[in-house]
């Protein structure tokens, strides 16, 4: 089973945390969110926010495609890198991955906009 090496981040994940059991073909917020890291997802994961973002710093090539739809929503993120993608979308194959969640992202609901 390949595993997620999330990267320490100051208010989720504040040690950083690996992830050993994610099953192939879970989305990588799904295994996030099932193993207590808190990743926002304010579209419940239906690809219409950019709040679920992640930088894949490790493993990039080994997850699916991003399609229009992910690539124009993440064309709005906050931090946006070459190897962004939004966690909802993002599907685990067999490689291990490290993943940095953004420090920052764009949910005005939370932040009362």
């Known amino acids: 089973m390949p595993q997620i090496i999330?990267?320490?981040h100051p208010e989720l994940c504040p040690e950083g945390a690996v992830i050993d059991d994610?099953?192939?073909?879970e989305s990588i917020c799904q295994a996030l969110l099932d193993h207590d890291i808190e990743?926002?997802?304010a579209c419940e994961m239906s690809c219409a926010c950019t709040t679920c973002h992640v930088i894949v710093r490790e493993g990039l090539e080994s997850l699916?495609?991003?399609?229009?739809?992910?690539?124009?929503?993440?064309?709005?993120?906050?931090?946006?890198?070459?190897?962004s993608r939004l966690s909802?979308?993002?599907?685990?194959a067999a490689e291990d991955l490290v993943v940095e969640l953004p420090r920052y992202t764009i949910n005005l609901a939370r932040e009362n906009h």
């Not at 994610?22 to 073909?25: C, D, F, R, T």
């Open 64 to 83: 699916n495609e991003a399609d229009e739809l992910e690539e124009d929503m993440l064309d709005k993120a906050w931090g946006l890198e070459p190897n």
């Open 88 to 92: 909802c979308q993002a599907i685990v």
């Open 22 to 25: 994610v099953q192939p073909g």
């Open 6 to 8: 999330v990267l320490p």
């Open 39 to 41: 990743i926002e997802h």
